[in-house]
């Protein structure tokens, strides 16, 4: 029975904001729209919102014109007339995940690096992520070009946050750029300020007075500077003013005993995760979650990427292996058959545990944890599908999936300021939601199975996506 239409409702649709309407997109776009109505209803779904809040069952969420019209019981949930329905009993609907360490370029075993424009977005979409910070640069002009086609509906993808190319110091080569002073910082900042970036990322040999300047000039702009650094510590980082820092305590120069100024320790993976140095007994394990919470200082949790090079773990699914290019599949296993065999690992899973242990205790003293996949190193975890594999992760880590979805969802909203219009389920808020067959808080796992991915309420096909890149992840 369609009930008459709520107050709420009738005042979303009469005042939506303008979105990226089905008809808008382009025709290689559209292929990939399931759901193309203006007004949808999901009925009879469970709804795990994003704020942190238990799973609601039997739920409607009404979408209309773009944005979320109505959420509430299906018997008490008025679905205007004309509306498609969608009945979806054993069905979780969440928001669209925000990817807050993510990239449009790939790198995998044997040192392959490739800019990823054609296959990431459509992986991220397919997962449901709905947005992204590129958090870091292979290619800067090609991420500015596809977020524009983007933008316009001429190319199928997330919303996407651009980072400028990295900034470091005088160990860095290659695709980043080397920061050679306090003056060549603001340069390169104002530079790419200019050219749309939002974000600027310091790697891990950048000296703390460039880092300095560099903090400084992005400010001034309305940027904000995030880093995976080494030589510079992450309270010292914190000191000069950093927005964000990448990776928890696998990246935190902190924990290096001896550590000398503006230099980065050697194996600093390994030492930094060793309980002798890291635990909550040591020092600088509250320490430097005292600094980065007392100073609004966000931190962003990449487990899928780092699990990859841990002995026993990381096993590569069926899609992941059907997504990969051939050549690149079996690099990836050949490396992990060299990494299982090793009879002495440097790397064990006690030292990812007390990686997690520190993710914890950092969301414990109120810290703002947000999360992404960070697709590179040795290229087992794909963009989207390594998305998909941070929420088991965190749970492992010890996080509810509650807890674990805001993380993915809400947090990232917060970090890249968009949580007024994204990242939990809200009336009025962008129709950005994904539709998952199954339950995720009794199997986690089933996070894999979206069944529809709306981006401003227009819902994909994600196995069209999946199929669209399938043998080609490595390639383009």
Same mark, same amino acid.
């Given at each position: 029975?369609?009930?008459?239409?709520?107050?709420?409702?009738?005042?979303?649709?009469?005042?939506?904001?303008?979105?990226?309407?089905?008809?808008?997109?382009?025709?290689?776009?559209?292929?990939?729209?399931?759901?193309?109505?203006?007004?949808?209803?999901?009925?009879?779904?469970? +709804?795990?919102?994003?704020?942190?809040?238990?799973?609601?069952?039997?739920? #409607? +969420?009404?979408?209309?014109?773009?944005?979320?019209?109505?959420?509430?019981? *299906?018997?008490?949930?008025?679905?205007?007339?004309?509306?498609?329905?969608?009945?979806?009993?054993?069905?979780?609907?969440?928001?669209?995940?925000?990817?807050?360490?993510?990239?449009?370029?790939?790198?995998?075993?044997?040192?392959?690096? =490739?800019?990823?424009?054609?296959?990431?977005?459509?992986?991220?979409?397919?997962?449901?992520?709905? *947005? =992204?910070?590129?958090?870091?640069?292979?290619?800067?002009?090609?991420?500015?070009?596809?977020?524009?086609?983007?933008?316009?509906?001429?190319?199928?993808?997330?919303?996407?946050?651009?980072?400028?190319?990295?900034?470091?110091?005088?160990?860095?080569?290659?695709?980043?750029? +080397?920061?050679?002073?306090?003056?060549?910082?603001?340069?390169?900042?104002?530079?790419?300020?200019?050219?749309?970036?939002?974000?600027?990322?310091?790697?891990?040999?950048?000296?703390?007075?460039? $880092?300095?300047?560099?903090?400084?000039?992005?400010?001034?702009?309305?940027?904000?500077?995030?880093?995976?650094?080494?030589?510079?510590?992450? %309270?010292?980082?914190?000191?000069?003013?950093?927005?964000?820092?990448?990776?928890?305590?696998?990246?935190?120069?902190?924990?290096?005993?001896?550590?000398?100024?503006?230099?980065?320790?050697?194996?600093? $993976?390994?030492?930094? #995760?060793?309980?002798?140095?890291?635990?909550?007994?040591?020092?600088?394990?509250?320490?430097?979650?005292?600094?980065? =919470?007392?100073?609004? =200082?966000?931190?962003?949790?990449?487990?899928?990427?780092?699990?990859?090079?841990?002995? &026993?773990?990381?096993?590569?699914?069926?899609?992941?292996?059907?997504?990969?290019?051939?050549?690149?599949?079996?690099?990836?296993?050949? %490396?992990?058959? %060299?990494?299982?065999?090793?009879?002495?690992?440097?790397?064990?899973?006690?030292?990812?545990?007390?990686?997690?242990?520190?993710?914890?205790?950092?969301?414990?003293?109120?810290?703002? $944890?947000?999360?992404?996949?960070?697709?590179?190193?040795?290229?087992?975890?794909?963009?989207?599908?390594?998305? %998909?594999?941070?929420?088991?992760?965190?749970?492992?880590? &010890?996080?509810?999936?509650?807890?674990?979805?805001?993380?993915?969802?809400?947090?990232?909203?917060?970090?890249? &300021?968009?949580?007024?219009?994204? &990242?939990?389920?809200?009336?009025?808020?962008?129709?950005?939601?994904?539709?998952?067959?199954?339950?995720?808080?009794?199997?986690?796992?089933?996070?894999?199975?979206?069944?529809?991915?709306?981006?401003?309420?227009?819902?994909?096909?994600?196995?069209?996506?999946?199929?669209?890149?399938?043998?080609?992840?490595?390639?383009?």
């Amino acid at each position: 029975m369609k009930l008459a239409l709520v107050p709420a409702l009738a005042l979303c649709l009469a005042g939506s904001l303008s979105a990226q309407a089905a008809t808008s997109l382009s025709p290689s776009v559209r292929r990939f729209v399931s759901v193309g109505e203006p007004v949808v209803a999901l009925t009879n779904v469970t +709804v795990l919102d994003g704020t942190g809040a238990a799973a609601r069952p039997g739920q #409607t +969420v009404v979408i209309a014109d773009g944005k979320i019209a109505a959420v509430g019981p *299906t018997a008490r949930t008025a679905v205007p007339a004309g509306a498609r329905v969608m009945d979806l009993p054993g069905h979780t609907v969440i928001p669209g995940i925000v990817g807050a360490h993510n990239h449009l370029f790939y790198t995998a075993a044997g040192g392959r690096r =490739v800019q990823a424009s054609f296959t990431a977005p459509r992986l991220y979409l397919a997962s449901g992520v709905t *947005t =992204v910070r590129t958090t870091g640069s292979n290619s800067a002009y090609a991420d500015i070009n596809l977020k524009a086609a983007v933008d316009a509906g001429e190319q199928v993808g997330p919303r996407i946050h651009i980072t400028a190319p990295y900034m470091t110091g005088a160990e860095g080569a290659g695709y980043m750029t +080397v920061v050679g002073s306090p003056e060549q910082a603001r340069r390169f900042v104002n530079y790419w300020g200019d050219e749309g970036a939002t974000w600027l990322k310091s790697y891990t040999d950048i000296r703390s007075a460039d $880092l300095k300047a560099a903090i400084d000039a992005a400010h001034a702009r309305g940027m904000k500077v995030t880093g995976h650094i080494c030589s510079v510590s992450f %309270q010292e980082a914190v000191a000069l003013g950093i927005d964000n820092l990448e990776h928890g305590l696998f990246t935190a120069s902190d924990f290096a005993p001896g550590k000398k100024p503006d230099s980065c320790p050697t194996n600093l $993976l390994a030492t930094a #995760t060793a309980r002798e140095n890291a635990n909550p007994d040591a020092a600088a394990w509250n320490a430097t979650i005292k600094s980065m =919470v007392d100073n609004k =200082v966000s931190m962003t949790s990449t487990l899928a990427i780092y699990e990859t090079i841990f002995p &026993g773990r990381a096993p590569l699914d069926e899609r992941t292996a059907a997504a990969m290019a051939p050549e690149v599949r079996d690099a990836y296993l050949a %490396q992990r058959k %060299q990494i299982d065999e090793n009879p002495n690992p440097m790397l064990t899973d006690a030292r990812l545990k007390t990686a997690m242990a520190f993710e914890r205790a950092f969301v414990a003293a109120g810290g703002l $944890l947000a999360a992404g996949v960070d697709p590179t190193g040795i290229g087992g975890a794909l963009p989207g599908f390594g998305d %998909q594999r941070n929420y088991d992760l965190l749970i492992e880590a &010890g996080f509810s999936p509650p807890v674990a979805l805001q993380i993915m969802t809400l947090n990232g909203a917060r970090v890249l &300021g968009i949580d007024r219009e994204l &990242g939990t389920i809200a009336v009025g808020k962008i129709a950005d939601l994904v539709v998952v067959k199954g339950d995720i808080v009794k199997e986690p796992r089933q996070i894999q199975n979206t069944v529809v991915v709306f981006k401003d309420g227009v819902g994909y096909d994600p196995n069209l996506l999946v199929e669209s890149v399938k043998g080609r992840v490595g390639i383009n």
